[in-house]
């Protein structure tokens, strides 16, 4: 099937089953607006390209999937910065399609060009530069699987014009298969055994939930484990949610703008249970107080999501 990059693109959302976009136009992605017209996809338009990256971020939340947000080259695609960082930090999965002055201009500081993947490369999980319209399939497919997978985030598609605008013969690849991209989903059974020992030994242990709980709903098993083994919980901010407030064994939010209780129980543990959670300086502002008098466990989907020096380390599924 001949199709335009711009149609191509189009045909790649749609088989990734989006149904949203959100997005501000201009003339370096026109070419996609253009081919949006004939498609089912919804496009909501924002005041101003940030807006597009937090609607974004916010859809993408609710709904657990990688969701879309567009805007033009230049200012257009730096104004969506902000929002690509925050959802980096937040683990949220984005795919951020940008439109590029043309290949033969690039490099050359045309109007409204900007190295757009090179100033978003602090913050995202992966960037692609599209320089053959023939890799839009590719790249589209891998885009959503990278920031979909492992510990979630953004990546940047920054396609320019004349991309848009090349003719190609389309077809969708059915799988993915990144060399050194293997996310780890199961947990290490000799680890396992290391944390069942842990709790058993443990007087006084206490579980930290955090954000990660939500982008494999293991909030749910959060709440049986706690039960079945008596353990209290408290949550990060980002964690709140991850355990009903008005359960008993919960003991609210720790940190700065936390529960005193939630924080005396952190303080007292001789065991924390963290899972899917950092543990920034808002929730635990100096560690050395902590560290060295009791045990932690870390459960988490990213081995470079690091704090202090547990006794185990279960990298897979938050649960």
Not at 28 to 33: D, L, N, Q, T, V
Not at 54 to 77: K, L, N, W
Not at 82 to 100: M, N, W
Not at 169 to 181: A, E, K, L, Q, T
């Amino acid at each position: 099937m001949q199709l335009t990059g711009a149609q191509a693109m189009i045909k790649c959302l749609e088989a990734e089953g989006v149904k949203v976009i959100f997005g501000y136009p201009g003339a370096a992605i026109c070419p996609f607006y253009d081919a949006l017209t004939g498609s089912s996809i919804r496009h909501i338009l924002v005041r101003q390209e940030q807006n597009a990256g937090h609607a974004a971020s916010g859809y993408a939340r609710i709904t657990r999937r990688p969701a879309v947000c567009v805007a033009t080259s230049g200012p257009g695609a730096l104004n969506l910065l902000t929002a690509v960082a925050t959802a980096y930090v937040d683990s949220v999965p984005l795919v951020v399609i940008t439109g590029q002055v043309a290949r033969s201009l690039i490099g050359k500081d045309v109007f409204q060009e900007a190295d757009v993947t090179g100033a978003a490369e602090p913050f995202v999980k992966h960037s692609y530069l599209i320089k053959d319209v023939k890799d839009l399939p590719r790249v589209f497919k891998e885009a959503f699987y990278i920031a979909g997978t492992g510990r979630q985030g953004p990546v940047l598609i920054d396609v320019p014009v004349d991309v848009q605008n090349e003719r190609f013969s389309f077809s969708y690849p059915d799988s993915v298969n990144i060399r050194g991209y293997k996310p780890t989903v199961k947990g290490h059974a000799g680890q396992i055994k290391k944390v069942a020992q842990a709790i058993t030994e443990a007087q006084r242990p206490l579980i930290v939930a955090g954000g990660g709980l939500f982008a494999t709903e293991a909030r749910y098993r959060l709440v049986e484990l706690a039960e079945r083994c008596e353990i209290p919980v408290v949550t990060t901010m980002m964690g709140i949610g991850g355990i009903p407030t008005e359960h008993p064994l919960y003991y609210g939010m720790l940190g700065m703008h936390g529960k005193q209780v939630a924080n005396r129980a952190t303080q007292e543990a001789d065991l924390l249970f963290v899972i899917g959670a950092r543990l920034g300086d808002r929730a635990v502002s100096n560690p050395a107080l902590l560290e060295g008098r009791l045990r932690v466990v870390h459960i988490d989907i990213d081995p470079a999501g690091r704090i202090w020096k547990p006794i185990s380390r279960w990298w897979g599924t938050q649960m």
